[in-house]
């Protein structure tokens, strides 16, 4: 049984929101929806939601056309980063409340709420009301309002933003675990690559309302279909410079070099686009054949165990992520080097013509 999406697309006020979109997820799956603000992935999930209907396309769940569907005819449950709580209930009631419309019984509904509170971390507050809360908790008991409903699809929008890192670091491996065993349709929208990595599954890249690519969440990493994908797919996102295939050479930037071996031997002369990730820029020459390049240093960031350098090469912004804290001159320049083995190269048109060595080897 499947959740399909069939040219669906989204018009505001003349501005297309959603691009046609086709996209199947399965039961029993985690989908992460990743990209920037504003890239599409709330207005993706109210479609799916059927809190919006499309204007063009179709939704099908459980080979039904749900495109017209309210979303109270529907079983689907929502959390958004902005948590919603009953005020007036009680911890306990808010998380019971979505059992209680279902009709079941006071001793299913008790066991229910009281395993997803110890879950939550919300046992001793079971008692008090919303607003006596921290955001955290308050966040932590829309979260688990959504989980008791046994919902066929679950939307959860960047529900863990507001929650402190070591219980995000527990939620994301837990909450994948409960939806895989429920067989529901997991969907988890984010703008942090990162999160998308621990969470796993599938995900889809988004750009300006269009789906980039969908499908297993490290082949999408590791093998980007184009340099839009790649951007997203990395935090921060991932550096580019022009390169030039002539015989068995590529020629990089200001006139680095290095072989064509490999699926880059058979690769056509001309001009192209590198691309490689911050954390694969080195301050030091840790491989024989890494290449040099010579850089500006505009601005350091430190986040106690790692430094984020930008850089200007020739005009082009670089970013940099280092191991360890450095103490490094603003302004003057900075010698980095790159393994060519965590190089991709894309066509002009930003299409994916060869994924790094490294991505191919993992």
Same mark, same amino acid.
């Given at each position: 049984?499947?959740?399909?999406?069939?040219? #669906?697309?989204?018009?505001?006020?003349?501005?297309?929101?959603?691009?046609?979109?086709?996209?199947?997820?399965?039961? +029993?799956?985690?989908?992460?929806?990743?990209?920037?603000?504003?890239?599409?992935?709330?207005?993706? &999930?109210? *479609? &799916?939601?059927? *809190?919006?209907?499309?204007?063009?396309?179709?939704?099908?769940?459980?080979?039904?056309?749900?495109?017209?569907?309210?979303?109270?005819?529907?079983?689907?449950?929502?959390?958004?980063?902005?948590?919603?709580?009953?005020?007036? &209930? !009680?911890?306990?009631?808010?998380?019971?409340?979505?059992?209680?419309?279902?009709?079941?019984?006071?001793? =299913?509904?008790?066991?229910?709420?009281?395993?997803?509170?110890?879950?939550?971390?919300?046992? $001793?507050?079971? &008692?008090?009301?919303?607003?006596?809360?921290?955001? +955290?908790?308050?966040?932590?008991?829309?979260?688990?309002?959504?989980?008791?409903?046994?919902?066929?699809?679950?939307?959860?929008?960047?529900?863990?933003?507001?929650?402190?890192?070591?219980?995000?670091?527990?939620?994301?491996?837990?909450?994948?675990?409960?939806?895989?065993? !429920?067989?529901?349709?997991?969907?988890?929208?984010?703008?942090?690559?990162?999160?998308?990595?621990?969470?796993? +599954?599938?995900?889809?890249?988004? %750009? =300006?309302?269009?789906?980039?690519?969908?499908? $297993?969440?490290?082949? /999408?990493?590791?093998?980007? #279909?184009?340099?839009?994908?790649?951007?997203?797919? !990395?935090?921060?996102?991932?550096?580019?410079?022009? #390169?030039?295939?002539?015989?068995?050479?590529?020629?990089?930037?200001?006139?680095?070099?290095?072989?064509?071996? +490999?699926?880059?031997?058979?690769?056509?002369?001309?001009?192209?686009?590198?691309?490689?990730?911050?954390?694969?820029?080195?301050?030091?020459?840790?491989?024989?054949?890494?290449?040099?390049?010579?850089? =500006?240093?505009? /601005?350091? =960031?430190?986040?106690? !165990?790692?430094?984020?350098?930008?850089?200007?090469?020739?005009?082009?912004?670089?970013?940099?992520?280092?191991?360890?804290?450095?103490?490094?001159?603003?302004?003057?320049?900075?010698?980095? %080097?790159?393994? $060519?083995?965590?190089?991709?190269?894309?066509?002009?048109?930003?299409?994916?013509?060869?994924?790094?060595?490294?991505?191919?080897?993992?």
């Amino acid at each position: 049984m499947t959740l399909e999406l069939k040219g #669906v697309s989204k018009t505001v006020g003349g501005q297309t929101h959603i691009h046609p979109t086709d996209l199947t997820l399965e039961n +029993g799956t985690m989908n992460v929806l990743l990209g920037p603000t504003l890239s599409g992935k709330t207005s993706l &999930m109210r *479609l &799916m939601a059927g *809190l919006d209907v499309p204007a063009t396309g179709q939704i099908i769940w459980h080979g039904d056309d749900v495109t017209g569907m309210r979303v109270q005819d529907r079983k689907v449950a929502m959390v958004y980063q902005q948590f919603i709580n009953y005020p007036s &209930m !009680s911890v306990y009631d808010n998380i019971a409340s979505p059992m209680k419309l279902l009709g079941l019984d006071r001793a =299913e509904i008790d066991k229910r709420v009281r395993e997803t509170a110890e879950l939550m971390q919300l046992t $001793p507050q079971l &008692m008090r009301k919303p607003l006596e809360l921290s955001g +955290g908790q308050q966040q932590r008991c829309a979260l688990a309002r959504a989980l008791v409903k046994n919902a066929g699809l679950v939307l959860l929008d960047e529900p863990l933003a507001n929650l402190d890192y070591k219980l995000r670091e527990e939620l994301r491996i837990e909450i994948p675990k409960i939806f895989e065993a !429920s067989g529901a349709i997991f969907v988890y929208a984010t703008t942090e690559p990162e999160e998308a990595l621990l969470l796993g +599954g599938n995900t889809a890249t988004l %750009w =300006e309302g269009r789906v980039t690519q969908f499908g $297993p969440t490290p082949q /999408v990493y590791r093998q980007p #279909v184009d340099a839009t994908t790649a951007r997203v797919f !990395s935090d921060p996102p991932m550096n580019f410079l022009s #390169v030039t295939k002539t015989g068995n050479q590529l020629v990089f930037g200001d006139g680095q070099n290095a072989p064509a071996v +490999g699926n880059l031997a058979d690769l056509p002369d001309g001009r192209y686009t590198a691309g490689f990730r911050p954390n694969h820029l080195e301050i030091g020459q840790h491989t024989a054949n890494a290449m040099q390049f010579v850089t =500006e240093l505009s /601005v350091t =960031e430190l986040t106690g !165990s790692e430094t984020f350098i930008h850089l200007d090469h020739h005009g082009e912004r670089w970013v940099g992520l280092i191991h360890g804290v450095h103490d490094l001159a603003l302004g003057e320049a900075l010698t980095v %080097w790159l393994d $060519p083995r965590h190089v991709y190269i894309f066509g002009e048109d930003g299409t994916l013509i060869a994924p790094a060595a490294y991505a191919l080897a993992a």
